[in-house]
């Protein structure tokens, strides 16, 4: 069986970015970057089944400039066994990255193919069910649980309320939510080995994939800002504000 | 242009999730048509035919869409999409596993976790877990958007009777089979729609102590939260996370106990209106937007809160 796992390069989870003076664009410029946390769960989750004899191969594939052979190599060094990189230097809507990823399905021909259930910069939550999508594939959408049988996999998603479980035909797309696993890190050994692994490129052209972009980027801008607020030094005050100020209870 | 609003529900209720859209919807200004895919759910489509907002309902009943799995559900939307502006469909669970895979269908790049409408094709909307809101434009001839539920107040007006249309295709699939569902029976208010929230962070330290936030919450008919930690550590059930990658909630009186405030965390809560935080560290970050803070024990100051109250 083999698995193909999508990676998204973004700004590290920890780094509160912010927008340039001119409001054009988010500021991204000198702030850590890494593996989209959910791509890492996806990575950990192919690996884990390797591991386990029920995959044979992961490939991990990214969509991005040069730069995001980074994150490809940490994928490899987590235990993936080939990169690919779709190149391009515009930033994709998630309806032109499901493309890319479909051209590269239609060539690898994966049983399993695993995304995050969103990216966090731009928190779209759409990628992997648009590609199952345009591969006419069953999805499993913000997964917690995932179980290979025959032919088939089980997956229980994280929905609103609770927890639900669809048993999915393979070929199946699976996006992964926070409580499926928790990623390893990569030892030194392996990151040493991961440079040796192979990665390669395709152009759009060569997917023959048109990456044209239907929603524009108009401004951006900060939250409106909280008020500052004022500590409360005895229960009794904190109700009382709550009451007299707020108007809240 | 006439709106579609795709309805959520359990075959037997609409969701609160959905009243929202509506208003959404409204704000568009437009004739709206609901969309109710589901088996037995012909009390859902009564239900919303009722609602002012609403001119008509769109009923597809059969045993394929008893889940309203993304599969085929998706397929029926497209199958009947042509004749809107705008398709919506609430930004939870739901219609983030329905809508996008729609969209793509049609060749539509999707507009997720609207929060507000400039115009029929401008709208606002949260990246980087809320650090930045974004000013987005599409010349699609169709739209397709999910409803950020908090940031609109849901319809309620009711004396209306909007005619029920039956759809009779049935799209079978054959790919996916649903297993189970386990819904956390609740007695306390639904999360993302309540007046009150209290939510716990990793400071309640178990499950057992994270019960001392329980009688304050039944004292104020609140929903009860969580941090992401908490849930984590197994303090309370994973729906209960609120936060960029999990509920998001704007009530009228948010209460954090024992929680730092991650900015994935304000990701889910920063629109409430009134904030209250407790906590015994006076940096912890969530004192930036509290409106009000109490610095101490929270086993302390939560039963004191509770007896005062
Ligand atoms: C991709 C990604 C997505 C995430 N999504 C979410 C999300 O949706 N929601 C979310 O919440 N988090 C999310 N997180 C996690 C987030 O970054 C934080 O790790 C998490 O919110 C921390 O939870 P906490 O505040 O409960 O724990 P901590 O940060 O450990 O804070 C515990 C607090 O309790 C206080 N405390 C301890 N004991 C007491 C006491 N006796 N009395 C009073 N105060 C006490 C401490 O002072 C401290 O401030 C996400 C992280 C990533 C990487
Ligand atoms: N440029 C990209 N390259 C590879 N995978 C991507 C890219 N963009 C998004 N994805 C995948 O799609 C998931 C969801 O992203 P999104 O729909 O943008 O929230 C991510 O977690 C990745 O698995």
Known sequence: MKILVAVKRVVDHNVKVRVNENDQAVDTTNTKKAINPFCEIAVEEAVRLKENNIANEVVVVSVGSAAVQEQLRTALALGADRGIRVETEQVLEPLAVAKCLKAVVDKEAPDLIFLGKQSIDGDNNQTGQMLAALCNMPQGTFASKVEVAEGTVAVTREIDGGLQTLKLRMPAVITTDLRLNEPRYASLPNIMKAKRKPLQTYSLDALGVQALSQVKLVSVAPPTQRKPGVKAHSVAELIDKLKHEAGVL | ?309
């Open chain 2, 1 to 309: 242009m006439t709106i579609l609003v795709i309805a959520e529900h359990d075959n037997n209720h609409v969701s609160s999730a959905t009243f929202n859209t509506l208003a959404a919807a409204v704000a568009l200004k437009d004739t709206i048509n609901v969309l109710v895919m589901g088996d037995n759910c012909k009390a859902v489509a009564t239900s919303l035919s009722t609602y002012q907002a609403v001119d008509k309902v769109l009923l597809a009943e059969d045993p394929v869409y008893a889940h309203q799995l993304a599969e085929n559900t998706s397929e029926l939307v497209v199958s009947v999409a042509g004749e809107y502006s705008h398709v919506l469909a609430p930004a939870t669970t739901f219609g983030k596993n329905l809508l996008p895979r729609s969209a793509a269908l049609l060749d539509v790049q999707p507009i997720a976790d609207v929060q507000e409408i400039l115009d029929p094709r401008t709208f606002k909307r949260p990246i980087y877990a809320g650090n930045v809101i974004a000013t987005v434009t599409t010349d699609a001839a169709l739209k397709f958007l999910t409803i950020r539920t908090t940031a609109f107040d849901p319809v309620s007006e009711t004396g209306s009777c909007a005619p029920i249309e039956p759809l009779t295709t049935v799209i079978d699939c054959d790919n996916v089979v649903f297993e189970e569902q386990t819904l956390a029976a609740c007695e306390r208010p639904e999360l993302a729609s309540a007046n009150v929230v209290v939510s716990g962070g990793r400071g309640l330290q178990s499950a057992d102590q994270f019960a001392v936030l329980y009688p304050l919450a039944d004292k104020l008919g609140a929903a009860v939260g969580a941090s992401r930690a908490a849930v984590d550590a197994g303090f309370v059930a994973n729906d209960l996370q609120v936060g960029q990658t999990g509920k998001i909630v704007a009530p009228e009186l948010y209460i954090a106990v024992g929680l730092s405030g991650a900015i994935q965390h304000l990701a889910g809560m920063q629109d409430s209106k009134i904030i209250v935080a407790i906590n015994q560290d006076e940096d912890a970050p969530i004192f930036q937007v509290a409106d009000y803070g109490l610095v101490g024990d929270l086993f302390e100051l939560v039963p004191a809160l509770t007896s005062q109250l």
